[in-house]
């Protein structure tokens, strides 16, 4: 599941905590959720119309409402979702019933891990249904720009269907002599051809028609309607006629310099494929996966610290070293293999008919070669070693973007690990790659703690409302290996291992020495810092950090501790107690992702908050959707009446500036309005 993409979930059951429970349940696990609540046939048809839900999560312990009744209303709303029902322990009698009165699936309550599985899936498929309708309307609609298209062509192209004509354009009237389709009509196209072609051209057709890919253009000798011939060169595609399939038929007069089709598909400075041809190539071999072909794989290949390389040695050396080291990479080509540049200087690699470990073998032999040569570069010599990500090519992952997303990401483990190393996605071995992943950044977190290898920025927030001094939230990043590493990659392995209380306290004591410096300077501001829950449980925090705050003379308010609205959530108890205390000691609490609940003002009931940080998914294209606008306007209502201060975030463009100020906003953060700083 993509985890940017908001799920507009409708829970039908009684219980609000419930419904919070699978909320947090999947906020947490980084998924962003739009909810709504019913509890009645009228609640349900104002939520179909004012959510449009893509998931709709039933409890049959509602009572009030039957499945069967809840299932027609859906199919009379026309919308495509997915109805799941919820039960509390399997009985395969209910369950059977559920499957009938109308559920896609059903998912267990107890059991959080299935119910995550059960809600993925169920949103990939409703996902994958959109985009079959998309690409058939787009197909529909190409197909009628073909048409088109077919009859202003200069080529002569023909549509041929078990041997016969079925449609032909003008050009091809033209070149063989006939004044109109009828003429054509079925008769074979054999008797286009020359008799001496006749036999090669028929066991062509015959394997064509068996299903087999064109193996490319044949030269014969065609036949006009007036028995007069000329040279030509045929190209045959499979496509479909009115929903038939068929075989589409070019015929050339003309040859174009085999050659000169050869030079175009070069990289000039490589002499490797190109971007455009390489993939081609990547298309063919998804296209071949998916009809069972076996031993493909897709690598990635790049130079390590390319960047400080080529400020060393120069830009004017740069294409001399990427063609020495494309050349490395071509000398340990198979007779089979494919390589191209897909960027700047990443090089991508077709290997077949390996397998697992011949594919290891064979980056590690390429790897050797590169590591072990030396690249002379007119007076300077040099060595490289090379990062070589890559993805096992299968039936399951046969798609072109998500293949290239799989090699892109094992490529950047690979470099995240200090260079000159190899990463292979690999399904089969996913789970063990992940523990030896684990275990390396969970060292290097290790590390950082007691290093101080953490780096902080700032990201201003601005004042819609004329707020006086400076507003910045803290962020959170790690010299990694190979550059600074975002807190999501390391945070959630941090989490598992306990080490976020630790990290909260290097953050918090750095903040504060931030501080108390620019109080010094004469530039007083106030700090937002995420706590994570972890720090919740912390008894000996709130002690060390008021002795902190009073060593550095901070006025209260200064340091503003936030939270997510989902983790306060499933830790009310102990965040309650946390920020009373934290109250006490003049301290402020902000309140992150705020609105992404079903009820989230009713938290406020329970907990004493200062800020409410309004959830990003309301900003995605927020000119474009009134209903995120008007939801944005309530809570800002609200917290004003309940002398509460607002801050969106993830503020992207001016138009949305100016609806969030006519919305009522007190602040808006964004890269929009400034990038984050590091904080000096």
């Known amino acids: 599941m993509k985890t940017d993409q908001v799920i507009k979930i409708l829970f039908i059951e009684k219980s609000v905590e419930d419904a919070e429970q699978i909320i947090s349940l999947l906020r947490n696990s980084g998924i962003a959720v739009r909810p709504a609540r019913a509890t009645s046939a009228e609640q349900i048809t104002a939520a179909l119309d004012e959510l449009g839900p893509d998931i709709v999560l039933f409890d049959p312990a509602i009572g009030s409402l039957d499945l069967r009744e809840v299932a027609r209303m859906l199919d009379a709303h026309g919308r495509d979702l997915s109805l799941i029902a919820l039960v509390g322990q399997v009985d395969n009698a209910i369950i059977t019933d559920l499957f009938v009165s109308g559920a896609r699936a059903v998912a267990l309550r107890p059991q959080p891990k299935q119910l995550m599985a059960v809600i993925q899936r169920e949103f990939d498929a409703l996902n994958a249904r959109r985009q079959l309708r998309r690409l058939e309307n787009a197909l529909r609609e190409s197909e009628r720009r073909c048409d088109a298209l077919l009859d202003s062509s200069t080529d002569a192209i023909a549509y041929v269907h078990e041997g ?197 073998q064979w980056i590690a032999g390429l790897q050797q070669a590169i590591a072990s040569g030396i690249f002379d570069l007119g007076t300077r010599s040099i060595t490289v070693t090379a990062s070589i990500g890559g993805s096992l090519l299968g039936e399951k992952n046969a798609n072109t973007e998500l293949l290239l997303n799989q090699a892109s990401q094992a490529l950047r483990n690979a470099q995240s690990q200090g260079g000159n190393r190899s990463d292979l996605h690999d399904p089969a071995a996913r789970e063990k790659a992940d523990e030896e992943r684990e275990r390396y950044w969970l060292g290097v977190l290790q590390e950082a703690l007691t290093q101080n290898d953490f780096v902080l920025y700032h990201q201003q927030s601005i004042s819609l409302q004329d707020a006086e001094g400076e507003f910045s939230e803290i962020l959170l990043r790690l010299n990694g290996p190979q550059g600074e590493v975002l807190p999501g990659f390391f945070m959630p392995i941090a989490e598992k291992h306990n080490l976020t209380p630790a990290i909260d306290r290097w953050v918090l004591n750095q903040t504060i020495e931030a501080l108390r410096a620019r109080d010094k300077m004469g530039s007083p501001s106030t700090f937002f810092v995420k706590l994570t829950s972890g720090s919740l449980h912390d008894a000996a925090l709130l002690p060390w950090l008021e002795e902190r705050l009073k060593k550095a003379a901070l006025k209260h308010g200064q340091l503003v501790l936030e939270m997510t609205e989902s983790k306060v959530v499933t830790s009310l108890r102990p965040a309650q107690e946390f920020i009373q205390a934290w109250k006490k000691l003049g301290g402020q609490f902000a309140l992150e992702q705020f609105g992404s609940g079903l009820n989230s003002f009713q938290l406020l009931n329970h907990i004493e908050v200062d800020y409410l940080k309004i959830d990003r998914s309301y900003m995605a294209d927020l000119p474009q959707q009134p209903e995120s606008q008007k939801k944005v306007a309530e809570i800002c209502r609200q917290a004003r009446e309940m002398n509460k201060q607002t801050i969106a975030e993830w503020v992207e463009d001016a138009a949305s500036t100016s609806l969030l100020f006519a919305c009522g906003v007190d602040f808006v953060q964004g890269n929009f309005l400034q990038e984050p700083q590091r904080l000096m």
């Not at 003008?170 to 020359?194: C, E, I, K, S």
């Not at 044949?218 to 038939?244: C, M, N, P, W, Y």
């Open 164 to 360: 016969m004509h079925v449609r032909a354009n003008q050009a091809y009237l033209d070149t063989f002599g006939y004044t109109d389709f009828d003429d054509l009509l079925g008769l074979p196209v054999l008797d286009m051809v020359g008799p001496t072609d006749a036999e090669e051209f028929k066991s062509t057709l015959k394997g064509l028609s068996r299903g087999e890919k064109p193996l490319g253009p044949i030269e014969l000798q065609a036949r006009r309607a007036d028995a007069t011939s000329f040279k030509a060169s045929v190209e045959f595609a499979h496509a479909t006629f009115e929903g038939e399939p068929c075989l589409q038929v070019v015929f050339r007069r003309q040859q174009v310099d085999a050659n000169m089709i050869e030079q175009l598909q070069r990289d000039p400075v490589t002499g490797l494929f190109n971007r455009a041809r390489m993939l081609e190539c990547i298309d063919q071999a998804v296209a071949a996966a998916t009809e069972g072909t076996k031993g493909q794989s897709l690598l990635l290949i790049e130079p390590d610290n390319w960047q400080a390389i080529v400020a060393g040695v120069g830009l004017a050396k740069a294409d001399e070293l990427l063609a020495a080291f494309a050349s490395r990479v071509e000398g340990q080509l198979g007779a089979h293999d494919t390589a191209g540049l897909l960027a700047e200087h990443t090089v991508g690699v077709l290997l077949h008919t390996r397998n697992d470990e011949g594919i290891k």
